[in-house]
């Protein structure tokens, strides 16, 4: 059923040293609410810094969905905590708004109005403004105010040596092999992670599904795990559409670069300007830019100043890898739990060894069909998933040979760390597999759902770590570098619009 990888893991055990310098990073997405629930109309707060340049603490879509970016870093503890930090330093300045702890904003209503991110006067500013307003009018405003975590994930060099070769080709082949695995089988994090079965009415654009509607309007499917990543959620132009395989990186590049200069008869009719003759997007191609595919896994690439992730990945290769299916974990004041990350590395080193054949698109469309078996019904009882085309075998069985492999990598693992945490997660996690009660997605339901509640639970919620936050303030030993940041954030950003000489037309260009 799956490969067979005892000689990678006994290669790993002897070189288990390597597993040290794994580095990782977080982004979290939340929505900036009012003490009664609505949707915060304020701008961005000035005591947050400047949202254009802040190293950790900006905007994504909307002027009130913040994001929280944290440094790259070896030390899970230390990951965790600088997260802490930043939303305790964000409730302390900001402490009449709340942080909503849902991924979904099941608090929308009709007369909710959502203001585009807005970044200063710089064409810098403006061209990520322009960005999201291009958004708005492919997508509508709603599909963006949903809220993710981002988990960034590199495996260090030396890991890719294991074939005596270390060049940017081979490394980049190595992630490109754990991103094609991560579809085979990634099905697996919203199956135990997703947290968001319910939706509100209003992402409601088709009905090929049998929702059960609560008390108070929220639709839900009995066994449904994560809709955030279905097409009612936070999707575009499938990959399937554009024919990105992730089988070699100039392909992959070659694919995005067409998607970005093809033009696209649906956005060409919405027009590059609006009645005002204004530009409501970059440009009327199937992608605005690279960052509007919305792929469940993303080869990344840290770039330089003025120089495009595309640029940088042709240039030098693939970095590391961003994991993007990951719901808000609403039983975590930060989103996410160090039980998690430790799943999330097993699998990740998982999808780098084991071997991934080249796909086609064919072959992308009947992956894809796993991921949608998972999302709408990943609970029901004997559900199966295939494993390869015209094979399928009860997800509870895929999912236990998984972890087969996921507890030996933990031991080497644990060897490493001198504790036992990694082969606990396994034992825990496991479990979900016999019992899909235990999943995220069965307790959101339960607990907000179905006792018709989830729109006082989150706000009940919001203020339990809101007030958590703020006590934690005190101990927050980040507190000056954020602070820090955030007066050279301001100063960073009047810098680069007193420097401006382009006209914005000409910057786009």
Known sequence: MIEDISQKINWLEKNSSILKKICRGIERETLRIK??????NNKHPYELGSSLTHKWITTDFSENLLEFVTPPTNSIDYLLNFLRDIHSFVAYKNKKELMWPFSIPYIYTKSTNIQIANYGTSNYGAFKTLYRKGLKIRYGDLKHTISGIHYNFSLPIAFWKKEKKDNIDNISSGYLNLIRNYYRFGWIVPYLFGASPAISKHFLTHQKHEFKKNKEGVFYLPWSTSLRISDMGYTNASIENLNITFNDLESYINCVQVAMNTPCKKFSNLGLKNHLGELQQLNTNILQLETELYTQIRPKRSTNYGESLLEALKNRGIEYVEIRSLDVNPFS????????ILLLDLFLIWCALINAPETKK??????MQNWKTIIFEGRRPNQKVYVNENKSFQLKKVGERIFQDLKKIAVILDDQCKNLDYQNVCDKQILCFQDPELTYSAKFLKMFVENNEIKKRGLNLAKIYHNQFI?????????????????YSHKKQIQI?????????????
């Open 35 to 40: 003490q009664n629930g609505d949707f915060s």
């Open 333 to 340: 004041s930060i989103g996410i739990n160090k039980n998690q």
């Open 362 to 367: 064919t072959d992308f469309s009947f992956i």
């Open 471 to 487: 006590n934690q303030f005190h101990y927050n030993i980040n507190k000056k570098i954020l602070e820090n940041e955030t007066i």
């Open 497 to 509: 619009e007193k420097n401006e000489t382009l006209s914005l037309k000409d910057y786009i260009k």
